[in-house]
């Protein structure tokens, strides 16, 4: 065992960084539409609370079809092409948002911005899931969010010192995404491919080589074993092999975590931050300030669960934080309907961004990562990820109808029941998968 758990944990870090530069592609999209949404308001006349959940909610779009792509050529072509494409696309979306003209054409860019975005949040955990050792897989994969939430604080900065640079400081907040997608591009060309897809792909030497430069001889001559097996006797799957009797169990898991990700609402938090702090009066300044709280806040909490999913466990952080959102909803609720200071409100928001941070959001993805079978893991991943970004879009398409028609203070009390029944099915639903290679994990969730 001591030969088995031989390492080149730096060789290993440095390939988990640089798939998981495309986690911070994810979270500069997703934070670029909050700063920029009050310039766009202007820019585009929207008055109304379709065409302010439409311009959020185009993203999610994109990335639902992004992600159906990308299960198609991760698991035809690899797991390296298709975080190229993510890239090129994501670069060259930046600069035509940046030069939009009517909300049409903004929409689509942003659209197609969203593509790229749905490619690199399927492709990133599920290769650095792939190229990791059991022991420190959660760890490897929960250095996505941790690109996702540098991502979002760096974006809120950029924002919070273009916001006085004029009516169309909005053009540089999207057109800087040119910068990190370059640089996650020329990133990906150094990448090896998966060792588990080129087994797939019949490509052993390849394969071996990879694993070599991974790990001790033990560890290859295992590794390589048990993904052997569990490749054995497959042949090329479709979308309806994902649903088969033998794998229901965790896809079912995997699209009930992810859609729970979204409606637990704390997205509404990142994209609808100048909406929240509006309604209690505060001004614009303070509004972009808080959102760079919260991106502060995000990423110290997100390194905190990097040091504990592997050590803690999934299931222990996931019902923390299920049960731990739905008590600060239902106080965040109390104290927007009852109008409360600023900083009340500042602190709620911020102890709902820290649970989130250290639970929903980085041990989604790294579940999402390893519960499914080899032979389909592109395909089942690209499911579990569609319902997630499905499940985003109802959201923030949702959040102004539901804040017109309950309150903002109304939404969060939704929220809190939500979470709630989250906390039920992870209690019931969800094992614990620390520790385990993926191939002892397809026969775990198969029920083996």
Known sequence: ?????TFNSRYIIGISFISALGGYLFGFDFAVISGALPFLKIQFAINSWWAEGGLTGSLALGCIVGCLLAGRIADRYGRKPGLMIAAIIFALSSIAIAFAKVLTYFVIMRFAAGIGVGMASMLCPMYIAEVSPASVRGRNVAINQLTVVIGILITNLVN????DKGV???????????????????GVLWLPESPRWLV??????QAKLVLNKIGSEMFVKQTFTAIEQSMAG????????????????????????AVFQQFCGINVVFNYTSTIFQSIGANLNKQLFETVAIGAVNLIFTLLAMWQVDKLGRRPLMLGGSIGLSLIYIILAFLLQNHSSTGLVSISVLLAISIYSMSLAPVTWVLIAEIFPNKIRGLASSVAIVSLWGAYFILVFTFPLLAKTLGTYGTFYVYAGICFLGFLFIKYKVKETKGQTLEELEQHFAGH
């Open 1 to 5: 065992m001591s030969q088995l758990s």
């Open 234 to 257: 497959t042949e090329k799957q479709s979308y309806k092999a994902v649903f088969e009797k033998s794998v229901r169990p965790a896809v079912i898991v995997g699209i009930t975590l």
């Open 200 to 205: 797939k792909a019949g490509k052993i030497d």
């Open 168 to 186: 169309d400081a909005w053009r540089w907040m999207f057109g800087l995404g040119v910068i990190p997608s370059t640089i996650f591009l020329i």
């Open 160 to 163: 919070y010192f273009l916001a």
